[in-house]
């Protein structure tokens, strides 16, 4: 691969993963409190690991007794944030894939309904991405009471602020 080309994938994965670390957009379920499917995993919209260089960010079970989360809650959350991280791997792969196709179909100037087409699905597993991000925001919340669900607010909105951070989270932060 030439090196344009790899600088130029680079940027459009760095592109994309913006998106995994931008709020998520979404209602919540009927009855539910929107704040309350919000920012349901981490302060931060972001997971810590050794690998993306993050520090002091916290998972919601590092808050069990602050929320008094029981051991069964936290299973389900682990259980939930689990499921997630493995169907992120796989959209993340997948995505890979269609953006180094789509780079060789602009360097080979195929026709533009193949390249819009490989555009489309793309942009379906963004979709995907942001969805599942969502839909694991609504399990937790599921999870938890709804005393429990608003103390978890209040202290994603302490610890942005903290950070500097004003706006409130909308994603699971899970990434």
Do not use: C
């Not at 309350?36 to 998972?59: E, H, I, L």
């Not at 959350?77 to 602009?106: H, M, P, S, Y």
């Not at 005393?147 to 409130?168: D, L, S, V």
């Amino acid at each position: 691969m030439k090196m344009k080309t790899r600088v130029l994938l680079l940027l459009m994965l760095a592109w994309f993963a913006s998106f995994l670390v931008l709020p998520s957009l979404g209602a919540a379920p009927s009855g539910k409190d929107p704040q309350a499917t919000q920012g349901a995993t981490s302060g931060s919209n972001s997971q810590a690991s050794p690998n993306n260089g993050q520090q002091n960010v916290r998972m919601i079970w590092d808050y069990k007794t602050e929320l008094g989360l029981t051991d069964e809650q936290v299973a389900g959350i682990k259980d939930a944030i689990t499921g997630f991280q493995k169907e992120v791997v796989e959209l993340r792969a997948k995505f890979q894939v269609v953006e180094i196709d789509l780079q060789n179909l602009i360097q080979k100037k195929a026709d533009l309904p193949t390249v819009k087409a490989k555009l489309q699905e793309s942009a379906a597993i963004q979709v995907d991405l942001r969805l599942a991000d969502i839909e694991t925001a609504r399990k937790i919340d599921d999870i938890l009471s709804p005393e429990q669900a608003k103390r978890w607010r209040e202290i994603q909105q302490k610890e942005m602020n903290a950070r500097g951070n004003t706006k409130p989270t909308k994603s699971t932060g899970v990434k």
